[in-house]
């Protein structure tokens, strides 16, 4: 489309829509559901309605503000936008100037740049868009995006390939279970931490053996140290410890960590490359970044049954404060997805 105006499925009844939004940083209780504007898709961009919306921890952390150093980028008092939610599966509704490729009615998968998805309607790079297989359900492709990418950027940070043995720290949470699911999907052999109570989960995933990160870290004899890569999402552990986890010639990936309100991981992520300087044993920090070509592999993947998005509980649009307030606890074994109004009113017909 080379107009000038967006071309529209049919014409919006309102100006506004219900939208979970916040004027100030904090903890859940700052998200309200009120009312904002429709956004209109400017050039390059499509406006989609939104049908499911996976919430993740970056969520949490625009939310509250958190570390201080992302401000300058998300906003210094309030977030910019003010809607949380990133991932997203959703029905184009109207495509802005210069959109080609996607017209109104097409049905997609997308990492939404800053949030937006715990609203009516969204707006979207067109150029981050994926189309969604018929045969995969909104509220599984909505699991996908962020934590999936993550997970197989890690991958392919650390070289993991068939034949390896892999041990992925933070095995239950979003990224751990696709780490899993992934990292055996290529033929290695994984081991995982993770809590005691998901230890049957990680290894249905497909971990060959599982320990409880509570008696069990890095450093533990029960580990050994002859890992070709260990994925470490939990970011918690003593950089000394993960070096010692894997052999010559392996590497760490570093897909977060733990830090101070005001730097976050920026302590650590610059140690790690102290250490790695020279070293048979790198520490390898993962920026992660959205890749429609991975995300397309996703979402084959995940239609054909090859890869199952662990969905701890999904939570209506009504209550989507409640589901931010379970992501924030920290707790959710895999995925939270919110659905949206017109996909509860199917599932209940």
């Given at each position: 489309m080379t107009d000038s105006t967006p071309e529209t499925a049919a014409p919006l009844s309102t100006d506004t829509m219900p939208a979970w939004h916040q004027t100030r940083y904090g903890g859940p209780e700052a998200v309200t559901l009120g009312s904002i504007d429709v956004p209109p898709p400017r050039g390059g961009e499509v406006l989609l309605r939104l049908r499911a919306t996976g919430l993740n921890n970056g969520d949490i952390r625009v939310m509250r503000g958190e570390p201080l150093l992302v401000r300058p980028a998300f906003g210094w008092r309030r977030p910019r936008q003010p809607v949380r939610g990133m991932d997203a599966a959703a029905t184009v509704i109207a495509a802005g100037p210069d959109v080609v490729g996607?017209?109104?009615?097409?049905?997609?998968?997308?990492?939404?740049?800053?949030?937006?998805?715990?609203?009516?309607?969204?707006?979207?790079?067109?150029?981050?868009?994926?189309?969604?297989?018929?045969?995969?359900?909104?509220?599984?492709?909505?699991?996908?995006?962020?934590?999936?990418?993550?997970?197989?950027?890690?991958?392919?940070?650390?070289?993991v390939s068939a034949g390896q043995r892999v041990l992925v720290i933070g095995a239950s949470g979003g990224v751990g279970t696709f780490a899993v699911q992934l990292a055996t999907h290529r033929g290695a052999e994984v081991w995982a931490l993770c809590g005691e109570r998901n230890r049957a989960i990680v290894e249905e995933l497909g971990a060959v053996r599982t320990f409880d990160y509570r008696s069990v870290q890095p450093g533990s004899a029960e580990l050994g140290g002859d890992f070709d890569v260990v994925i470490d999402i939990a970011g918690t552990a003593p950089l000394r410890a993960l070096q010692a986890l894997v052999k010559d010639g392996g590497a760490v990936v570093l897909v977060s960590g733990e830090g101070g309100r005001v730097l976050g991981p920026v302590g650590r992520l610059a140690a790690a490359s102290l250490r790695s300087i020279g070293s048979k044993r790198p520490l390898?920090?993962?920026?992660?970044?959205?890749?429609?070509?991975?995300?397309?592999?996703?979402?084959?993947?995940?239609?054909?049954?090859?890869l199952r998005p662990r969905i701890e509980r999904t939570y209506p649009f009504a209550e989507a404060g409640a589901a931010l307030a379970h992501v924030d606890g920290g707790h959710a074994v895999g995925k939270i997805v919110v659905i949206h109004p017109d996909d509860i009113a199917q599932q209940r017909s």
């Amino acid at each position: 489309m080379t107009d000038s105006t967006p071309e529209t499925a049919a014409p919006l009844s309102t100006d506004t829509m219900p939208a979970w939004h916040q004027t100030r940083y904090g903890g859940p209780e700052a998200v309200t559901l009120g009312s904002i504007d429709v956004p209109p898709p400017r050039g390059g961009e499509v406006l989609l309605r939104l049908r499911a919306t996976g919430l993740n921890n970056g969520d949490i952390r625009v939310m509250r503000g958190e570390p201080l150093l992302v401000r300058p980028a998300f906003g210094w008092r309030r977030p910019r936008q003010p809607v949380r939610g990133m991932d997203a599966a959703a029905t184009v509704i109207a495509a802005g100037p210069d959109v080609v490729g996607f017209a109104p009615g097409d049905e997609v998968v997308c990492e939404l740049p800053a949030g937006g998805g715990l609203a009516a309607y969204a707006v979207a790079p067109a150029k981050r868009l994926v189309r969604r297989p018929a045969a995969l359900d909104p509220t599984v492709a909505a699991a996908l995006p962020i934590a999936g990418g993550t997970a197989w950027q890690a991958l392919d940070r650390g070289g993991v390939s068939a034949g390896q043995r892999v041990l992925v720290i933070g095995a239950s949470g979003g990224v751990g279970t696709f780490a899993v699911q992934l990292a055996t999907h290529r033929g290695a052999e994984v081991w995982a931490l993770c809590g005691e109570r998901n230890r049957a989960i990680v290894e249905e995933l497909g971990a060959v053996r599982t320990f409880d990160y509570r008696s069990v870290q890095p450093g533990s004899a029960e580990l050994g140290g002859d890992f070709d890569v260990v994925i470490d999402i939990a970011g918690t552990a003593p950089l000394r410890a993960l070096q010692a986890l894997v052999k010559d010639g392996g590497a760490v990936v570093l897909v977060s960590g733990e830090g101070g309100r005001v730097l976050g991981p920026v302590g650590r992520l610059a140690a790690a490359s102290l250490r790695s300087i020279g070293s048979k044993r790198p520490l390898r920090p993962l920026a992660a970044v959205a890749k429609t070509d991975v995300l397309s592999r996703l979402l084959e993947l995940a239609a054909s049954g090859a890869l199952r998005p662990r969905i701890e509980r999904t939570y209506p649009f009504a209550e989507a404060g409640a589901a931010l307030a379970h992501v924030d606890g920290g707790h959710a074994v895999g995925k939270i997805v919110v659905i949206h109004p017109d996909d509860i009113a199917q599932q209940r017909s």
